[in-house]
């Protein structure tokens, strides 16, 4: 059973920092593609970045040069740094990982990130 749990949202002002953590249970970790997914009030979950096994990263294009996605297999952990923050960011940052075959997404509980103007 694939557990993640999620640490380090919060408050913080419009061009400030957060680091997201993400750490997750079994033995399959460093073969898994982790991701990064926000939901905000009345929209759709939207995927944020992803790390592939093989350490490829995808952003979508409104965080791309702000958030950093990045694993560290040893811990099974994932990170998410998010600088230069904007009020749009507001949401709840969800961590997934999709491993196997057929490929089988589990998520975390989310982390609330609030970004104030």
């Known amino acids: 059973q694939v557990q993640l749990v999620e640490s380090g949202g919060g408050l913080v002002q419009a061009g400030g920092s957060l680091r997201l953590s993400c750490a997750a249970s079994g033995s399959t970790f460093a073969l898994s593609s982790m991701g990064w997914h926000r939901q905000a009030p009345g929209k759709q979950r939207e995927l944020v970045a992803r790390?592939?096994?093989?350490?490829?990263?995808i952003y979508a294009d409104s965080v791309k040069g702000r958030f950093t996605i990045s694993r560290d297999n040893a811990k099974n952990m994932v990170f998410l740094q998010l600088n230069s923050l904007k009020p749009e960011d507001t949401a709840v940052y969800y961590c997934?990982?999709?491993?196997?075959?057929?490929?089988?997404?589990?998520w975390g509980q989310g982390t609330q990130v609030t970004v104030s103007s």
């Open positions: 790390i592939t096994a093989t350490g490829t990263t």
């Open positions: 997934s990982q999709t491993r196997g075959w057929p490929a089988t997404t589990y």
